[in-house]
């Protein structure tokens, strides 16, 4: 009869930590909202983003962190800048578009197709990463942040930060590096 209690205690320990999670979740969520706006600049848009976030929470297996409200709020973040990536690889291939259009570069349908997909594969390659990977090379790449700044905000040494940085700059060297299309035949290759 021991091993219904043995079954019992994970179910219990996991209707606890949903439980906690939900709590601590509805009790940071205005500060979400609040931070993801901030960054993004639309209250609609933060509050679809920290929705995004209690989903991705939700249905991955819990998450054991001691202080659950500062990992909620750094993820809110996080997400903010992930989306601010997204539209910024928006617009640039919206001006590569325009540009195309203007009659700026050779091939241009065939350019274009490339630029789009070479982004969609490195947004694919940092979607990959590892969360702290990604973090510390969106706060490089994005928002300018030195090496030194990242490693104090988050409690890891230069060394590591570059590590990781390395580990993504691999990553979206490797995602373009694959043949995107099959070769179209003498003097079109990509680069």
Not at 75 to 94: F, K, P, V, Y
Not at 103 to 109: C, H, I, Q, T, V
Not at 128 to 144: C, D, M, S
Not at 145 to 169: D, F, T
Request: charged share 30%.
């Amino acid at each position: 009869m021991s091993e219904p209690s043995h079954i019992a205690e994970p179910e219990a320990d996991s209707a606890n930590g949903r439980a906690r999670f939900l709590q601590v979740f509805l009790a940071q969520r205005a500060r979400m909202e609040a931070l993801v706006s901030r960054r993004v600049g639309c209250r609609a848009t933060a509050s679809d983003l920290v929705q995004e976030l209690f989903l991705r929470f939700w249905r991955r297996p819990e998450v054991k962190v001691e202080a659950l409200d500062t990992y909620l709020l750094r993820c809110a973040g996080n997400l903010a800048i992930d989306h601010l990536r997204s539209e910024g690889s928006r617009e640039r291939l919206a001006e590569a578009s325009m540009s195309i259009e203007d009659g700026e570069a050779a091939g241009a349908p065939e350019h274009a197709l490339e630029v789009d997909h070479d982004l969609q594969r490195i947004e694919a390659a940092l979607r990959a990463l590892p969360e702290r990977t990604r973090q510390i090379f969106l706060l490089n790449r994005v928002h300018g942040c030195k090496y030194a700044e990242i490693a104090k905000a988050m409690q890891l040494s230069q060394s590591a930060v570059e590590k990781h940085m390395m580990r993504a700059l691999e990553a979206c060297k490797a995602s373009v590096a694959e043949p995107a299309m099959p070769a179209r035949g003498p003097g079109s290759a990509r680069r």
